[in-house]
């Protein structure tokens, strides 16, 4: 059972391949496609991250509707947090982006985005709003119904509850409904319209369900007759899968926040309240809309040829639907809805390819290039039919590469290799090729805006004939290697750039003015290089040597420099920008590589910068015990502050003996719910602070928690936030030592923060802690439970929601001297 299970669950993920290669689906693969093939409808999902969509939706309209299904994610995630590594902010959402489109591959659906960066959170949609710059996260909207035309649009989350929820949950259904309307609205964001047209869905839903309801017993008694019911559970006898099995396998694949999901199998209801519209009658969510061809003037007799061939269609013989498939494929080139005509071209081109057994592909065995650099790429294509194809054409920019047509014999494999220029494009991901705002991410191609990646540069067309029917078709180049244990591997080829800067850390502290070696590489990605490395700093920083010259004979090669950098007397925070200057081109970018084992491997590029921080800071502590979280950096960032720091294995540690050698531990972030060893080892951390130890407990979160016992002392966890950064923080305690020792901490430790102040303050505590701090967000009460110091026995336990995970990898002064007092208050009795 388990090997067929995930032999099937294979089969689904092998489709994705088609991104890789050519390679042809199975005959119960085809029959689905099909089916599919007559279904002229679509479905739009929107809400605001990934892993807020509803997978057993997607996958129900998808795999038993067989309509146009996609997922609108406004944002990327990328202000939420890793549990896979210490990658956040713009590399976070590169990864769930890439979580979203395997969880796709999965469901069936389809992903789009908006431009909208996901800042934190928010606690209300008007903030929100103002932050994403509205008009232009609507205008993304509008283009992107524009362009797909969904008939039905559902809305993850309810528009009418500002304020008790996420800002970004609640501003994403808002905005829904007001997209419904201007979609169809020529007056509407006009400028579209030279390269589409306008749309007007015919229903709008709200996904409802009892926790909107605040529980099941309400959601029972409550008003039903607004509200869309039918069972998702549906069993699919040709995959051997329900759809809730797919739904959870695709909701699996959001790792980056452990949303592992187990499914519930048999009968499960899904509730869609009408927000606009008409409410249907029966639990066919397209009541009264066409999705036949019907709906295309000359669909109709298409319609027929379909059913004709999926009632002919020969599981063992596929080969023999293709004839009529010909048949079909002409007459949907014949149609005047370019719309429709485009998206049933891609669908019965692949359904013909699966028929032949058609294997197409495109490699090179390099894993980039550089713009306008020579590569060889290897070409395959073998027709396993007895079906005759033509290969007519192999075209790369317009122009066939083919000396001259060849017929494809029946399991002959065609090999040919090339030689062609890598075109002046970009293969990164668009939306980081500018810097963004606080809110939106800015996009200098605008018909790449909703895209969930870059397009690849980088393409081949086939064109075969058969049948007197030209057919053509598109594969990408990959990279293709054999590895000695996984075998044939493909990777998305890259366009990079000719050399990359890479500085030792993000951050550089200087204690006290004092100078430092600061070491960067230069890394050659292209061969016979000769640069000129500086170091750019404002003019009372001084820098020695000024500049090297440097040679890079091939690829790969890295080399290291040092400059001794000394600051000026007074406190700043500077930008320290490396640059390369060779030949009158300026190169400032470091690339950077997410190798994840659940996503591709993905490449991006960032600019060659530290923040480099002259601060007047003492440490007392010195070795650190560091326990890891979801993963953060604080590690590195406290050597740079000058601790010596070192992790600590729990499964290694059986008493206090062995942590006598730390002056203090630090618990990473949700350390509590993702290091399950704390289940039992906490009472030796606990025991570690009453013999006299410093244990500081970053920020964990109310769900999931492994233990309750999070503290020796008693400490209740809520989720009460500060989102504003620049909201004022009051001394509650202004001698206590942890505001004075070692460093004097002040209002001004406080400016500079990012995205937040902190997250889940507790909002009840031992007598024996002392609140330190009060925080005000907005117009909200108060919270004091930012920060919690406490003597237990000998020492003391420190919880803070304070984001300083966040603070000091952005090089926050004040963040740093803080973080300095709270590793050194044992040292103050």
């Given at each position: 059972?388990?090997?067929?299970?995930?032999?099937?669950?294979?089969?689904?993920?092998?489709?994705?391949l088609?991104?890789?290669?050519?390679?042809?689906?199975?005959?119960?693969?085809i029959?689905r496609?099909?089916?599919?093939?007559?279904?002229?409808?679509?479905?739009?999902?929107i809400?605001?991250?990934?892993?807020d969509?509803?997978?057993?939706?997607?996958?129900y309209?998808?795999?038993k509707?067989?309509?146009?299904?996609y997922?609108?994610a406004?944002t990327?995630?990328d202000?939420g947090?890793?549990?896979l590594?210490?990658?956040?902010?713009?590399?976070l959402?590169i990864?769930?982006?890439?979580?979203l489109?395997?969880?796709?591959?999965?469901?069936?659906g389809?992903?789009?985005f908006t431009?909208?960066?996901?800042?934190g959170?928010s606690k209300?949609?008007?903030?929100t709003?103002s932050i994403?710059?509205?008009?232009?996260?609507?205008?993304?909207?509008?283009?992107t119904?524009?362009?797909?035309?969904p008939?039905?649009?559902?809305?993850r989350?309810d528009?009418?509850?500002?304020?008790?929820?996420h800002?970004?949950?609640?501003?994403?259904?808002?905005?829904s409904?007001?997209?419904?309307?201007?979609?169809a609205?020529?007056?509407k964001?006009s400028?579209?319209?030279?390269?589409t047209?306008?749309w007007?869905?015919?229903?709008?839903?709200?996904?409802?369900?009892w926790w909107f309801y605040?529980?099941r017993?309400?959601?029972?008694k409550a008003d039903?007759?607004?509200?869309?019911t039918?069972d998702?559970?549906?069993y699919?006898?040709?995959?051997?899968?329900?759809n809730?099995?797919?739904?959870?396998?695709?909701?699996?694949q959001h790792?980056?926040?452990?949303?592992?999901?187990?499914?519930?199998?048999?009968?499960?209801?899904?509730?869609?309240?009408i927000?606009?519209g008409g409410?249907p009658?029966?639990?066919?969510i397209?009541?009264?809309?066409?999705?036949s061809w019907?709906?295309?003037?000359g669909?109709?007799?298409?319609?027929n040829?379909v059913?004709?061939?999926i009632?002919d269609?020969?599981?063992?013989?596929?080969?023999r639907?293709?004839?009529k498939?010909?048949?079909?494929?002409?007459?949907i080139?014949e149609?005047?809805?370019?719309?429709?005509k485009?998206?049933?071209?891609?669908?019965?081109?692949?359904?013909?390819?699966?028929?032949?057994?058609?294997?197409?592909?495109?490699?090179?065995?390099?894993?980039?290039a550089?713009?306008?650099?020579?590569i060889?790429?290897?070409t395959?294509i073998?027709?396993?039919?007895?079906i005759d194809?033509?290969?007519?054409?192999i075209?790369?920019?317009?122009?066939?590469?083919?000396?001259?047509?060849?017929?494809?014999?029946?399991?002959?494999a065609l090999y040919?290799t090339?030689?062609i220029?890598?075109p002046?494009s970009?293969?990164?991901?668009?939306?980081l090729n500018k810097?963004?705002?606080?809110g939106l991410?800015?996009?200098e191609?605008?018909?790449?805006?909703g895209?969930?990646?870059?397009?690849?540069?980088?393409?081949?067309e086939?064109?075969?004939?058969?049948?007197?029917?030209?057919?053509k078709?598109e594969s990408?180049?990959f990279?293709?290697?054999n590895?000695?244990?996984d075998g044939?591997?493909?990777?998305?080829?890259?366009?990079?750039?000719?050399?990359?800067?890479?500085?030792?850390?993000?951050v550089?502290?200087?204690k006290n003015?004092?100078h430092k070696?600061?070491s960067?590489?230069?890394?050659?990605f292209?061969?016979?290089?000769?640069?000129?490395?500086?170091?750019?700093?404002?003019e009372?920083w001084?820098?020695s040597?000024t500049?090297y010259?440097?040679?890079f004979r091939s690829?790969?090669e890295?080399?290291?420099?040092?400059?001794?950098v000394?600051?000026p007397?007074?406190n700043?925070?500077?930008s320290?920008?490396f640059?390369?200057?060779?030949?009158?081109?300026e190169?400032?970018?470091q690339?950077?590589?997410?190798?994840y084992?659940?996503?591709?491997?993905q490449?991006?590029?960032?600019?060659a910068?530290?923040a480099?921080?002259n601060?007047?800071v003492?440490?007392?502590?010195?070795l650190?015990?560091?326990?890891?979280?979801?993963?953060?950096?604080i590690?590195q960032?406290?050597?740079n502050?000058g601790?010596?720091?070192?992790t600590?294995?729990?499964?290694?540690?059986?008493?206090?003996?062995e942590l006598?050698s730390?002056?203090?531990?630090?618990?990473?972030?949700?350390?509590?719910?993702?290091?399950?060893?704390l289940?039992?080892?906490?009472?030796?951390?606990?025991?570690?602070?009453k013999?006299?130890?410093?244990?500081l407990t970053?920020?964990?979160?109310?769900?999931g928690?492994?233990?309750?016992?999070i503290?020796?002392?008693t400490?209740?966890?809520s989720?009460k936030?500060?989102?504003?950064?620049e909201?004022?923080?009051?001394?509650l305690?202004?001698?206590?030592?942890?505001l004075?020792?070692?460093?004097?901490?002040?209002s001004a430790?406080?400016?500079?923060?990012?995205?937040?102040?902190?997250?889940?303050?507790?909002?009840?505590?031992?007598?024996?802690l002392t609140?330190?701090?009060?925080?005000?967000?907005?117009?909200?009460?108060?919270?004091?439970?930012?920060?919690l110091?406490?003597?237990?026995g000998?020492?003391?336990y420190?919880?803070?929601?304070?984001?300083?995970?966040?603070?000091?990898?952005?090089?926050?002064?004040?963040?740093?001297?803080?973080?300095s007092?709270?590793?050194?208050?044992?040292t103050?009795?």
């Open positions: 059972m388990c090997r067929r299970f995930w032999l099937i669950f294979l089969c689904l993920v092998i489709t994705n088609y991104s890789q290669n050519q390679s042809p689906q199975n005959a119960i693969e029959y496609d099909l089916q599919a093939l007559n279904v002229l409808g679509t479905v739009m999902y809400a605001a991250h990934p892993d969509e509803n997978t057993r939706l997607i996958s309209f998808s795999n509707i067989h309509a146009q299904t997922y609108l406004l990327r995630g202000g947090q890793n549990l590594g210490s990658d956040l902010k713009e590399a959402g990864i769930r982006t890439q979580e489109l395997k969880a796709r591959s999965i469901d069936g389809q992903q789009r431009r909208a960066v996901d800042f959170y209300s949609p008007e903030e709003l994403w710059n509205k008009d232009s996260v609507l205008s993304d909207m509008v283009w119904i524009r362009k797909i035309k008939d039905i649009i559902i809305n989350f528009h009418r509850t500002a304020g008790t929820t800002g970004h949950h609640t501003a994403s259904a808002m905005l409904l007001e997209a419904f309307d201007m979609a609205d020529p007056s964001f400028n579209q319209l030279l390269q047209e306008v007007q869905p015919q229903r709008l839903f709200f996904n409802t369900s605040g529980s017993d309400a959601f029972k039903k007759s607004n509200l869309m039918f998702i559970g549906e699919y006898p040709q995959l051997g899968l329900s809730s099995e797919i739904a959870s396998l695709s909701r699996s790792k980056s926040q452990a949303f592992g999901n187990t499914p519930r199998r048999g009968k499960q209801m899904e509730y869609l309240e927000i606009k409410l009658q029966t639990n066919n397209f009541e009264d809309i066409n999705t019907s709906r295309i003037k669909g109709k007799a298409i319609n040829l059913n004709d061939i009632s269609f020969d599981f063992s013989r596929p080969y639907s293709v004839p498939l010909i048949e079909a494929h002409t007459k080139q149609l005047n809805n370019e719309h429709w485009q998206i049933k071209t891609q669908e019965i081109n692949d359904i013909i390819i699966s028929c032949l057994g058609l294997y197409i592909e495109s490699v090179t065995e390099q894993a980039y550089n713009t306008n650099e020579t060889k790429v290897k395959e073998v027709n396993r039919s007895p194809v033509q290969l007519l054409k075209k790369t920019k317009g122009k066939n590469l083919l000396p001259a047509p060849v017929y494809l014999d029946n399991n002959q040919n090339f030689s220029q890598v002046d970009k293969s990164l991901p668009y939306w810097p963004s705002n606080k991410y800015q996009v191609n605008k018909s790449l805006i895209l969930p990646t870059t397009p690849n540069p980088l393409q081949f086939y064109v075969i004939r058969i049948d007197g029917q030209n057919i078709l990408e180049v990279y293709k290697y590895d000695p244990v044939e591997v493909f990777e998305e080829f890259e366009i990079l750039p000719q050399i990359s800067i890479l500085p030792s850390n993000q550089v502290i200087f003015a004092e070696n600061i960067v590489q230069v890394q050659s292209t061969d016979d290089f000769e640069g000129e490395l500086n170091l750019g700093l404002p009372d001084m820098v040597p500049k010259d440097f040679h690829k790969g890295i080399k290291s420099f040092n400059f001794q000394s600051p007397k007074k700043q925070k500077v320290a920008n640059t390369v200057n060779s030949n009158q081109v190169y400032s970018k690339i950077k590589i997410l190798d084992n659940h996503i591709p491997k490449y991006f590029v960032q600019d910068k530290s480099f921080v601060i007047n003492n440490n007392k502590s010195s650190i015990g560091y326990i890891k979280g979801a993963g953060d950096k590690p960032n406290l050597e502050l601790f010596r720091v070192k600590i294995d729990l499964n290694t540690i059986y008493s206090t003996d006598q730390y002056d203090a531990i630090v618990l990473g972030i949700r350390a509590y719910n993702t290091e399950e060893q289940i039992t080892k906490n009472e030796i951390l606990f025991d570690y602070v013999e006299g130890g410093t244990l970053q920020y964990t979160t109310t769900y928690l492994l233990t309750d016992k503290s020796p002392l400490l209740n966890l989720r936030r500060v989102t504003n950064e909201a004022k923080v009051n001394f305690e202004p001698e206590h030592p942890v004075n020792y070692p460093n004097t901490i002040t430790d406080f400016k500079g923060w990012v995205q937040e102040r902190g997250l889940y303050f507790p909002d009840d505590w031992s007598n024996s609140p330190i701090l009060e925080i005000q967000d907005y117009s909200e009460e108060p919270t004091k439970g930012s920060l110091v406490g003597k237990y000998k020492g003391f420190i919880y803070t929601g304070l984001s300083l995970f966040r603070q000091l990898p952005a090089g926050v002064p004040g963040a740093f001297r803080l973080m007092n709270l590793l050194s208050i044992q103050d009795e």
